[in-house]
């Protein structure tokens, strides 16, 4: 976690107390409500989680979450105010308990930045040309109804108070890499006509991220096998702790090879909104927001691969749209190799390296190909796929957009290219 976070001096002062005495928590809490399960809690986006902060069930690297748990009670109405941050992508999640999406009376529990309506005299740059700033109000409320704008609803129906609840906003890609430079909404409890404003975090929240971790049990489920070096779109149960319901993926199971073998991974690259600024969606001419492909372990957490690197700095398993190298058919051509092939694979041209754990070198890998908010239009979509684990009904609704993985030896990449390393 970021360094530097504290908690309120009240919860410091009973933690305190309940060392030294040994009473007790309740016996020492403030007076609390009939209805306690749902108090205020003690600071807003207390949980921020990140490759390097909160590293769990395939995070990008170009992206950051901020988690804002709470406790269902039925009067209870979250409102969240807030600026459009200058980003690629920004959007509001809320989970049930469990960590799955859901929907109530046909309104769902995902709202993308272009769908949020802005205030009265603002402007949303996802909507029409606009600078970043324009304010936003969104609501958290057990009663929804389609149609309603910035509505998203607190739980399923028939979800008994005291169950766990949680917002989650995401941006991908803001403007110069800043994730602190982020504005965080803020956050009013309203209960029985009664607002609440909730005050921010001095900072991230490390007992609330260990809290989540254990009741979503992040720690604990070992991942499934998907299918051996061929791309499938798996089952959400297994990519589906807070999933983006924006975004779709394909995995495969990728082992490092040895020598000087690398594995290769090509296939047709979707047209996607450039940079790191809002722009209206969508956009004529254009398939996707954002695409990426990641290197992940099958470790409980699905940790994203972060290379901590001998000469300082760091190696993410990530490699964003931007980042990735297209020839001029619009091709991607990802080497996943070590990071000692990192030098000679760079000189090949039209390559993207992509790295292998340094940590876990003899790990087999989860690589995903993610697609994040596609047109209507784009039918080769990894939305378009079938969730069923199986390769061929992937590569029939993808077609070029298909990624192929292949073993390949990097003298002969670098002596014969891509096509020469991939053919047959």
Same mark, same amino acid.
């Given at each position: 976690?970021?360094?530097?976070?504290?908690?309120?001096?009240?919860?410091?002062?009973?933690?305190?107390?309940?060392?030294?005495?040994?009473?007790?928590?309740?016996?020492?809490?403030?007076?609390?409500?009939?209805?306690?399960?749902?108090?205020?809690?003690?600071?807003?986006?207390?949980?921020?989680?990140?490759?390097?902060?909160?590293?769990?069930?395939?995070?990008?690297?170009?992206?950051?979450?901020?988690?804002?748990?709470?406790?269902?009670?039925?009067?209870?109405?979250?409102?969240?105010?807030?600026?459009?941050?200058?980003?690629? =992508?920004?959007?509001?999640? &809320? @989970?049930?308990?469990? %960590? *799955?999406? !859901? #929907?109530?009376?046909?309104?769902? +529990?995902?709202?993308?930045?272009?769908?949020?309506?802005?205030?009265?005299?603002?402007?949303n740059p996802w909507r029409e040309p606009a600078e970043?700033?324009?304010?936003?109000?969104v609501t958290v409320r057990p009663d929804v109804a389609?149609?309603?704008?910035?509505?998203?609803?607190?739980?399923?129906?028939?979800?008994?108070?005291?169950?766990?609840? =949680?917002?989650?906003?995401? &941006? @991908?890609?803001?403007? %110069? *890499?800043? !994730? #602190?430079?982020?504005?965080?909404? +803020?956050?009013?409890?309203?209960?029985?006509?009664?607002?609440?404003?909730?005050?921010?975090?001095?900072?991230?929240?490390?007992?609330?991220?260990?809290?989540?971790?254990?009741?979503?049990?992040?720690?604990?489920?070992?991942?499934?096998?998907?299918?051996?070096?061929?791309?499938?779109?798996?089952?959400?149960?297994?990519?589906?702790?807070?999933?983006?319901?924006?975004?779709? @993926?394909?995995?495969?199971?990728?082992?490092?090879?040895?020598?000087?073998?690398?594995?290769?991974?090509?296939?047709?690259?979707?047209?996607?909104?450039?940079?790191?600024?809002?722009?209206?969606?969508?956009?004529?001419?254009?398939?996707?927001?954002?695409?990426?492909?990641?290197?992940?372990?099958?470790?409980?957490?699905?940790?994203?691969?972060?290379?901590?690197?001998?000469?300082?700095?760091?190696?993410?398993?990530?490699?964003?749209?931007?980042?990735?190298?297209?020839?001029?058919?619009?091709?991607?051509?990802?080497?996943?190799?070590?990071?000692?092939?990192?030098?000679?694979?760079?000189?090949?041209?039209?390559?993207?390296?992509?790295?292998?754990?340094?940590?876990?070198?003899?790990?087999?890998?989860?690589?995903?190909?993610?697609?994040?908010?596609?047109?209507?239009?784009?039918?080769?979509?990894?939305?378009?796929?079938?969730?069923?684990?199986?390769?061929?009904?992937?590569?029939?609704?993808?077609?070029?957009?298909?990624?192929?993985?292949?073993?390949?030896?990097?003298?002969?990449?670098?002596?014969?290219?891509?096509?020469?390393?991939?053919?047959?």
């Amino acid at each position: 976690m970021i360094s530097g976070f504290t908690r309120p001096a009240f919860r410091r002062l009973k933690a305190a107390a309940v060392a030294m005495l040994g009473l007790p928590a309740v016996l020492l809490a403030a007076p609390q409500p009939v209805a306690a399960a749902a108090a205020t809690p003690d600071c807003a986006w207390g949980v921020f989680a990140s490759a390097d902060t909160l590293n769990v069930y395939y995070p990008d690297t170009a992206a950051a979450y901020w988690v804002q748990p709470y406790t269902v009670a039925d009067d209870l109405t979250i409102k969240l105010s807030g600026t459009y941050p200058d980003s690629r =992508y920004m959007s509001f999640n &809320v @989970y049930k308990e469990g %960590g *799955g999406s !859901f #929907s109530v009376n046909g309104v769902g +529990s995902s709202l993308p930045d272009h769908l949020v309506l802005p205030d009265a005299g603002s402007t949303n740059p996802w909507r029409e040309p606009a600078e970043p700033g324009g304010r936003y109000t969104v609501t958290v409320r057990p009663d929804v109804a389609p149609g309603q704008a910035n509505v998203l609803p607190l739980a399923p129906a028939g979800t008994p108070a005291g169950s766990k609840g =949680y917002i989650v906003m995401r &941006v @991908y890609l803001p403007a %110069g *890499g800043d !994730f #602190s430079a982020v504005e965080l909404p +803020s956050i009013v409890y309203e209960r029985g006509g009664v607002a609440q404003p909730v005050p921010p975090c001095e900072g991230a929240d490390t007992a609330a991220a260990d809290r989540m971790v254990t009741e979503l049990g992040l720690d604990q489920v070992a991942a499934r096998e998907p299918s051996t070096g061929r791309f499938a779109r798996p089952s959400l149960d297994e990519v589906g702790v807070f999933p983006n319901d924006d975004a779709a @993926y394909l995995m495969a199971a990728v082992q490092p090879p040895a020598g000087d073998r690398v594995v290769v991974v090509r296939g047709k690259a979707p047209s996607h909104t450039p940079g790191s600024h809002p722009k209206p969606w969508p956009a004529e001419g254009t398939q996707a927001r954002y695409f990426s492909l990641c290197s992940n372990l099958p470790l409980p957490s699905r940790p994203v691969v972060v290379n901590e690197l001998p000469g300082g700095g760091k190696d993410y398993g990530c490699r964003s749209d931007d980042e990735t190298a297209l020839d001029a058919t619009g091709r991607y051509t990802y080497v996943i190799g070590r990071e000692a092939q990192r030098p000679a694979i760079g000189r090949i041209a039209g390559a993207t390296f992509v790295p292998f754990s340094l940590e876990n070198p003899a790990m087999p890998h989860r690589v995903l190909l993610r697609n994040m908010v596609v047109d209507a239009g784009f039918a080769e979509a990894v939305q378009r796929v079938p969730e069923d684990g199986n390769p061929d009904s992937a590569a029939a609704v993808m077609g070029d957009y298909y990624p192929t993985a292949k073993v390949c030896s990097l003298s002969s990449l670098a002596a014969a290219g891509p096509d020469g390393c991939t053919a047959g």
